[in-house]
T-cell receptor
């Protein structure tokens, strides 16, 4: 069945460091891929998405490219800020239904 | 414009009891999905309601049931609570349920079963 495997954390970085959070997926067909972010005490917020192979999603300096050949959707940011501290979830949107399959989440802490 | 509203924000129940959680979708949305997020885990799909009917269901026992009202708001009911039901329950609303139209998540209800 559909599933997502996400790099485990926690991840601690200094401000302005480069961020990569790995995400790979297993799916039948051609799913959409998403990154969601969860700040403490809040729900999930959509960070970016890609709906087909080779698409690049981007938002607030974060980027991820839908790689069908490696079944990956790694999240990157060139220079993290303290305000980026949160939990990041990779998710797959099934094209045979209307549900998300989420990874286990990666906690990011950025220190000044 | 209010987003998704969930109530209550926190509650504590005793094993064996029943609980009802509530969700008001974002204005303009007609579909409500429920997810369970255990501590340290990603959310897992419980079910989705559209046109007042359960349209899709995840791998959850029948103890989990729901309802959608004519105004599109929804309830999640859990019977015979187990300790393992302790989790953050997230409601997400969307238009028609299609992923391409975008989902909006609420802040969740934190359920603790003791």
């Amino acid at each position: 069945g559909d599933s997502v495997t996400q790099m485990e954390g926690p991840v601690t970085l200094s401000e302005e460091a480069f961020l990569t959070i790995n995400c790979t997926y297993t799916a039948t067909g051609y799913p959409s891929l998403f990154w969601y972010v969860q700040y403490p005490g809040e729900g999930l917020q959509l960070l970016l998405k890609a709906t087909k192979a080779d698409d690049k999603g981007s938002n607030k300096g974060f980027e991820a490219t839908y790689r069908k050949e490696t079944t990956s959707f790694h999240l990157e940011k060139g220079s993290v800020q303290v305000s980026d501290s949160a939990v990041y979830f990779c998710a797959l949107g099934s094209n045979t239904g209307n549900q998300f399959y989420f990874g286990t989440g990666t906690s990011l802490t950025v220190i000044p | 414009d209010a987003g998704v509203t969930q109530s209550p924000t926190h509650l504590i129940k005793t094993r064996g009891q029943q609980v009802t959680l509530r969700c008001s979708p974002k204005s303009g949305h007609d579909t409500v999905s429920w997810y369970q997020q255990a501590l340290g885990q990603g959310p897992q799909f419980i079910f989705q309601y559209y046109e007042e009917e359960e349209r899709q269901r995840g791998n959850f026992p029948d103890r989990f049931s729901g309802h959608q009202f004519p105004n599109y708001s929804s309830e999640l009911n859990v019977n015979a609570l187990l300790l393992g039901d302790s989790a953050l329950y997230l409601c997400a609303s969307s238009f028609s349920g299609r992923l391409s139209y975008g989902y909006t998540f609420g802040s969740g209800t934190r359920l603790t079963v003791v």
